[in-house]
């Protein structure tokens, strides 16, 4: 295992283009992090399949959260201990089920749709022409985004303001996450993003036998992952653009996704002691 006890938790979307390219140099810093032996854990919206490629090119090893929380994937042998919570096998992954697995969101947006009276499409149903119409991404990569462990993606057909209200009021209702991703929507059923860095920071806190500080890096507005990290690099969408947190705490810093020194600031947090 690795010996470094600090981890960082990397809501990594901000990074990725709509087609999986890396974006504000972030493959440099992910290559950083590896040089000084640091554990980054990607946070994504994205599925696992999604993650495949940009993992692969930037040879990433650690485990990651995928579908906004609904599921921690742990690469093959990467701890050599069993996870407190049960396990079951995705692909080339033991995967740390969070939320639960489908059809069991699909069957849910239906069941919503059908009792709030609001139509929707789900994206699973579309044709390869069709998802990349609505999409706008090639076959390949459309064929990618409704691939999906645990939550259902979908849109809806024609509703109005008021209808989308009565469908998240009863989603609320019945304790569903439900979140608004681009043209898509998601719906999961128990997905928990805190939970999973729990999972992970769990292992690595027996791994490491003494508590690894956990280091979160995203937009200002992702409080669950700040909540549940020791401090953190909160990301302003520009140096304009400074949050109400940005002096609430010592433990985090903010700073724009485009300034030029980012990534150095960043990897000064990460590294600083105390």
């Not at 009276?117 to 998802?131: D, W, Y």
């Not at 929507?185 to 769990?202: F, Q």
């Not at 027996?206 to 956990?214: D, E, G, M, P």
Request: hydrophobic content about 40%.
């Amino acid at each position: 295992m690795l010996r470094r006890k600090t981890v960082v938790y990397c809501a990594v979307d901000p990074f990725l283009s709509s087609r999986g390219k890396f974006l504000h140099g972030f493959e440099g810093f992910q290559a950083e992090l590896d040089q000084l032996e640091i554990p980054c854990v990607w946070i994504s919206s994205r599925s696992r399949v999604q993650l495949d490629d940009p993992r692969r090119r930037v040879s990433h090893t650690e485990p990651f959260i995928a579908e906004d929380g609904c599921g921690v994937y742990l690469p093959e042998d990467y701890f050599h201990l069993k996870p407190s919570s049960k396990t079951v096998r995705l692909a080339r992954f033991t995967c740390i089920p969070i939320a639960q697995q489908q059809p069991v969101a699909q069957e849910a947006v239906e069941t919503l749709a059908e009792e709030s009276g609001v139509p929707i499409v789900a994206l699973r149903t579309l044709s390869p022409r069709e998802l990349r119409q609505n999409i706008g991404l090639p076959n390949q990569e459309a064929e990618l985004a409704r691939q999906r462990d645990f939550d259902e993606l979908f849109f809806f057909a024609a509703a109005s303001e008021a209808d989308i209200a009565r469908f998240r009021s009863l989603a609320l209702q019945k304790n569903y996450s439900l979140r608004k991703q681009g043209v898509f929507w998601s719906l999961a059923v128990g997905a928990d993003i805190k939970r999973g860095i729990r999972e992970i920071g769990d292992l690595y806190d027996r791994s490491f036998r003494a508590h690894a500080i956990r280091f979160a890096i995203g937009p200002v507005g992702f409080s669950t992952l700040f909540t549940a990290c020791d401090r953190g690099v909160r990301l302003a969408a520009s140096s304009k653009s400074k949050s109400a947190f940005a002096q609430d705490s010592s433990h985090f810093t903010e700073i724009s996704i485009t300034a030029p020194d980012l990534w150095e600031t960043t990897v000064a947090a990460v590294t600083a002691r105390g």
